[in-house]
């Protein structure tokens, strides 16, 4: 089966607090589109940062699994260790999504020729690389990008391809010191050598659709 999924991402980040001068809110909603997921998916959070500490709220999302709405994830070394806070079952955990992710590698590596999945066919353009503009005082840089990738899965002899196709667009600074907004802004670090050819994916920053980052005034949290 092949089929193409387009993926886009509104992601309203970098909002400033000046009356705490040291802290940063940013909201991202990702939004996928693609007939092989049934549809449309969409995922919202609201993060704070500062410094390598941030606080990751969960607020809805159809595509979230075990992560449970209104719940929220605190990490205060960047993002290397995480704690997930269910405030419907008040409890807390470490998140590990690199065991996580280990685990799931090794449980399809236990399974051999039973399933397989592999990441071919890269492609990345650069559209454009432009003056952004000022945002709350910070000089950006507005950068364009169509990249691509295909997926192979075989499960029990059962043969499934998926054409991945997107769009990215980004407004980015370099002025900002928070670390910590790799705890959600780059997670792809955790999933590196997890499949064959999936590092390469990472590596050209084409698992992330279309972004759009602003910038606006807030009052500290």
Request: proline share 1%; aromatic share 10%; with cysteine.
């Amino acid at each position: 089966m092949s089929f193409k999924k387009y993926f886009t991402a509104a992601c309203a980040t970098l909002v400033f607090s000046a009356a705490a001068q040291a802290g940063f809110v940013y909201q991202a909603r990702t939004t996928i589109e693609g007939d092989g997921i049934g549809g449309t998916q969409t995922t919202t959070i609201d993060a704070w940062v500062e410094g390598e500490s941030a606080r990751i709220e969960l607020h809805e999302g159809d595509g979230m699994g075990f992560l449970e709405e209104d719940s929220y994830m605190l990490t205060h070394d960047a993002g290397e260790t995480m704690i997930f806070v269910n405030t419907k079952e008040q409890t807390w955990s470490r998140f590990d999504m690199g065991a996580t992710m280990n685990v799931a590698a090794a449980a399809m590596e236990g399974l051999g020729s039973l399933m397989k999945m592999e990441f071919t066919d890269f492609h990345m353009e650069k559209l454009g690389d432009e003056d952004g503009g000022e945002i709350l005082g910070y000089d950006t840089r507005h950068m364009r990008f169509r990249s691509g990738y295909t997926m192979k899965m075989s499960v029990m002899g059962r043969e499934m391809n998926q054409v991945v196709d997107m769009d990215q667009e980004i407004w980015a600074t370099d002025a900002i010191d928070a670390s910590a907004f790799s705890a959600w802004m780059r997670p792809d670090k955790r999933l590196k050598g997890m499949f064959e050819g999936l590092d390469k994916v990472l590596e050209n920053n084409i698992l992330r659709s279309r972004a759009r980052r602003y910038a606006r005034s807030s009052k500290p949290r």
